[in-house]
């Protein structure tokens, strides 16, 4: 069943995608899916939503990131304490459906917030996976967000307050890392790892090819893009990072599955590295972008394949 979807951007909801996928079939799970913090409109993830929410703030104004109004941490309404449950039932909905796809023993790795990524962990747990580790990707900058308490009590006029509480400040420390969620799905129960891994070939890693200056790896990853590298979508991950994360856990001709493509990283990825892969993505746009981006990366670094011209001809044609 997966031909259809094979080396791929499918146009669409993963949720009515999934079930079609053969099962036992996915070798490693690797996807930067949303958030659920209300980053833009496909970001937005729960039912309380009122005028204000994207918009924009005095603050906000002339700044280069944030640009959209988000939540108060303390929310504007007391319904908005549900929002966290509702972003984990959204990712249980999806979670359920990876799971009959995975092999006995392979890795999930899910991109996820500071703030919200215990609820993908509550998610995939509830949904049959284990949580191996936690990885730290640590970003090479971040932007500052924490506006000045002195000028907000400018603006009304309390220049005595403004004075007594000059250096400090209102929001966040500078996000330097995002987490990443490392799953697993079980083995047989009586059997051992080694046995899974003669069995499916998924489990380990591979260590010697993901060294550092000869130094074993660990799970604060530093990666940055690329200075010639195409930026299409806010979210946008290294193709270095996800290129190590395929190294380190899967096998040439390997299947890797991404439900949340978005600027088409993870196929890059995996096609520069003799992966399959199989992808959705519900949004237009992006869904466009990603096979332009594919495209253009694949002829300039890896030679012209049969796979691209067959994808742009069905998004064409």
């Not at 909801?13 to 690797?30: A, Q």
Request: hydrophobic share 40%.
């Amino acid at each position: 069943m997966n031909e259809k979807f094979l080396n791929k951007i499918t146009q669409g909801d993963c949720l009515g995608y999934i079930p079609e996928l053969t099962n036992s079939s996915i070798d490693l799970f690797l996807s930067d899916i949303p958030y659920g913090i209300s980053l833009d409109d496909w970001d937005v993830l729960h039912s309380n939503t009122n005028s204000a929410l994207l918009g924009s703030s005095p603050a906000q104004e002339g700044k280069s990131g944030f640009k959209r109004r988000g939540k108060p941490i303390n929310g504007w309404a007391q319904s908005d304490r549900n929002i966290g449950l509702e972003y984990q039932e959204w990712c249980k909905d999806w979670a359920v459906k990876v799971y009959p796809k995975m092999k006995n023993g392979s890795f999930l790795f899910v991109f996820g917030a500071r703030r919200t990524i215990h609820r993908v962990i509550n998610a995939f747990e509830e949904s049959g996976f284990l949580l191996k580790d936690t990885l730290a990707w640590k970003k090479p900058s971040a932007h500052h967000r924490a506006q000045r308490v002195s000028i907000v009590f400018e603006r009304r006029g309390l220049i005595e307050d403004a004075k007594k509480w000059e250096g400090w400040r209102l929001g966040n420390l500078a996000p330097i890392w995002e987490p990443i969620a490392w799953f697993m799905k079980p083995y047989t129960i009586g059997g051992t790892i080694t046995d899974n891994i003669l069995e499916n070939e998924v489990g380990a890693m591979n260590i010697d090819a993901c060294k550092f200056n000869g130094s074993c790896p660990t799970n604060m990853l530093e990666f940055g893009f690329d200075k010639n590298e195409t930026r299409i979508h806010e979210a946008q991950k290294p193709l270095a990072l996800i290129e190590y994360l395929i190294k380190l856990t899967t096998q040439e001709n390997h299947l890797v599955l991404d439900p949340f493509m978005g600027s088409g990283t993870t196929a890059v990825a995996a096609k520069k590295m003799n992966r399959n892969f199989i992808g959705f993505e519900a949004n237009p746009e992006f869904h466009s972008k990603s096979l332009e981006r594919i495209s253009e990366l694949t002829l300039n670094n890896i030679g012209e394949l049969p796979w691209v011209q067959q994808t742009l001809f069905e998004k064409n044609g």
